[in-house]
């Protein structure tokens, strides 16, 4: 697995916000979009606060989207920003609905919307 760094995750900023040159794009949507993965890489690197702020650029466009909105709520959590962080994990459960899910993200969002 590819090691990142802060430095590497800084220079892939750029290319996040561009759409893919003309004609590359052969697929309706992105399968995994870029600033998702950015937040995933920006969460390995303990920054949460900047995680947050690229799951929530990706859930601007895709509202409904499970892995932006866990790792919202995770990033949220982490970050100190415990009522952003709940409603990220309630957002998440509903878009689960009464799935009897092991996922364990689904359980993290649980025990978030749960906290006192």
């Given at each position: 697995m590819?090691?990142?760094?802060?430095?590497?995750?800084?220079?892939?900023?750029?290319?996040?916000?561009?759409?893919?040159?003309?004609?590359?794009?052969?697929?309706?949507?992105?399968?995994?979009?870029?600033?998702?993965?950015?937040?995933?890489?920006?969460?390995?690197?303990?920054?949460?606060?900047?995680?947050?702020?690229?799951?929530?650029?990706?859930?601007?466009?895709?509202?409904?989207?499970?892995r932006a909105l866990a790792g919202a709520a995770k990033a949220a959590q982490e970050a100190g920003r415990t009522e952003k962080a709940r409603a990220h994990a309630r957002h998440l459960i509903e878009q689960a609905g009464a799935a009897e899910s092991k996922r364990p993200s689904l359980d993290m969002a649980r025990s978030i919307a749960d906290a006192s």
């Open positions: 590819r090691e990142w760094t802060c430095e590497s995750a800084a220079r892939s900023r750029p290319f996040v916000n561009s759409p893919p040159p003309s004609g590359l794009n052969t697929v309706p949507g992105p399968i995994l979009p870029a600033r998702e993965i950015l937040g995933d890489i920006l969460l390995e690197q303990d920054q949460p606060a900047e995680a947050l702020v690229e799951y929530e650029a990706v859930l601007d466009k895709e509202p409904n989207r499970y």
